[in-house]
């Protein structure tokens, strides 16, 4: 499964290039979900998207990435600074970030920090002993839903909803990226931002600009252009 990665930088050059060098050497491990010049407007983003790993710039107006990390830091995200000054960088090792990258951005620290950030996501995840179910907390307490019964996942901010089987809701006070890292990844797909699939509950696909996929339950699900690849294997059978 790629990383989701979001950049927040003053400088349009410096997202750019950045961009440029995730896109072409490492298209097939990451996926940029946004990019931004407003550090504001990203700090929401990261709030509402939740990226596996941000790039975020030590020094902007209005305020800084040092500050930024603190409107954030309760997300399950890793956060690499970049910046032009080794003096930020080494404020930057101070906190809670995995790391730092100076600008101009040189090919095999990149290379480095998305190998590092991969090898701590897979060893972060956590172990369940109640195989086949994963739980999910409500009013009353702690549901442990079979992985068979969810259809899809639908994120909605910092709560995310579970369409299950036998017209069946739940809705967690947890990211969608939160479930997504227990599922199983040879079940469970992402086709969307906002949707993760069960792929046995799907029922069609249906072609158009990215494409939309029928559920068993009859609901029909945007396939985002970014999936579209994945979502052609699955229906191929080459998955």
């Known amino acids: 499964m790629k990383l989701t990665v979001a950049i927040i930088d003053d400088e349009i050059h410096a997202i750019e290039t950045l961009k440029y060098d995730l896109d072409t050497n490492h298209g097939d491990e990451v996926e940029i979900l946004f990019t931004t010049t407003n550090p504001i407007e990203g700090a929401k983003r990261v709030r509402s998207d939740v990226p596996d790993l941000l790039f975020l710039d030590v020094d902007m107006p209005g305020i800084s990435g040092l500050d930024l990390i603190r409107l954030v830091d309760d997300l399950p995200l890793r956060i690499v600074f970049t910046t032009g000054h080794i003096e930020y960088a080494v404020k930057a090792v101070e906190t809670v970030a ?30 369940y002993n109640v195989a086949g179910k994963i739980p ?47 599922l199983p990844a040879d079940q469970f797909l992402r086709i969307h931002k906002s949707y993760v699939i069960n792929i046995q509950q799907v029922k069609k696909y249906m072609k158009g600009e990215g494409g939309e996929l029928v559920m068993q339950n009859n609901d029909v699900l945007p396939v985002s252009k970014n999936h579209r690849q994945a979502v052609h294997k699955l229906i191929s059978g080459d998955m």
């Open 98 to 127: 995995t790391g730092y990258l100076v600008k101009p951005v040189q090919a095999d620290d990149l290379q480095r920090i998305i190998q590092k950030v991969k090898v701590e996501k897979a060893s972060a995840r956590p172990a």
């Open 136 to 182: 999910v907390a409500d009013a009353d307490g702690i549901e442990l839903v079979p992985f068979d019964q969810i259809i899809y996942l639908k994120s909605d901010s910092n709560y995310c909803e579970l369409k299950l089987t036998g017209n069946r809701k739940l809705v967690a006070s947890k990211t969608m990226k939160h479930f997504e890292e227990l």
